[in-house]
């Protein structure tokens, strides 16, 4: 079955940076485009950046262009999220998403927090 599983949280100062990764299994990666949601305490989630399946489309929220960066290793069958220049507004958990034969399917999310 397809899974997706985050890694790379945790508590980083203002400024700081991480990088997350989401290790993807039970369907063919490279035929897939990839996303990076958050969502905060108290607020909905919200899709951060995508990734077409070659790693040639890139697409960001306002919030993060210019800071973060996706991409992928195709045959790792990984993807990335490296954030830069973190704020205090970043902490959330972050989530690994894929929509395969219909269906979406979330990882279980790793927390990043940003604080001195």
């Known amino acids: 079955q397809v899974q997706l599983v985050e890694s790379g949280g945790g508590l980083v100062q203002p400024g700081g940076s991480l990088r997350l990764s989401c290790a993807a299994s039970?369907?063919?990666?490279?035929?897939?485009?990839m996303r990076w949601y958050r969502q905060a305490p108290g607020k909905e989630r919200e899709l951060v950046a995508s990734?077409?399946?070659?790693?040639?489309?890139?697409n960001y929220a306002d919030f993060v262009k210019g800071r973060f960066t996706i991409s992928r290793d195709n045959d790792k069958n990984t993807v990335y999220l490296q954030m830069n220049s973190l704020k205090p507004e970043d902490t959330a958990a972050y989530y690994c998403n894929a929509r395969v034969w219909g269906a979406t399917y979330w990882g279980q999310g790793t927390l990043v927090t940003v604080a001195s």
């Open positions: 990734i077409g399946r070659i790693g040639d489309s890139t």
């Open positions: 039970g369907f063919t990666f490279a035929t897939y485009a």
